[in-house]
């Protein structure tokens, strides 16, 4: 039985770039990790294009410069990271498959709550938020 993305999961997802012309595969790919679902404003648009899928299920998202930020809100930041590029995309293309959905510790749902609204104490209270 698979698991599906839900909220309060660890969901692990394997993103890979696509050059926009060939649709071809330009890297390996690299995992994308987040806790599904704790923002406290609701749900995003990426959280809602990834909601109930299942390990093994795969998807296309093709989006703008302009398009990223409020289609990732909270998780905008963690995913320019994971991108690891200077500057936005004009485009963004890429595959999206889902390694796997988990139970997240504690630890790991407190620090995600902190980060979706903004702060937390940054470690000096061992709140688990840094």
Same mark, same amino acid.
């Given at each position: ?11 692990? !997802? ?7 012309? @060939? ?13 599904? $679902?704790?923002?406290?404003? $609701?749900? +995003? ?12 299920? @795969? ?15 909270? !998780? ?22 889902? !390694?796997? +959905? ?14 979706? +609204? ?9 709140? $688990?938020?840094?």
């Amino acid at each position: 039985m698979s698991k599906n993305i839900s909220p309060s999961k660890k969901v692990n !997802l394997l993103l890979r770039n696509e050059d926009s012309e @060939t649709g071809i595969h330009e890297e390996p790919g690299r995992v994308f990790s987040f806790i599904y $679902g704790v923002a406290g404003n $609701g749900l +995003v648009p990426f959280e809602l294009t990834v909601a109930g899928k299942a390990v093994g299920d @795969t998807f296309i998202l093709h989006l703008t410069q302009e398009e990223l930020q409020p289609f990732f809100a909270h !998780l905008f930041r963690p995913f320019m990271r994971h991108l690891d590029t200077p500057a936005l995309p004009l485009e963004l293309h890429f595959t999206v498959t889902v !390694l796997s +959905v988990e139970d997240p510790d504690e630890r790991e749902i407190v620090k995600a709550m902190a980060a979706a +609204v903004g702060g937390g104490c940054h470690g000096g209270c061992d709140c $688990g938020c840094h």
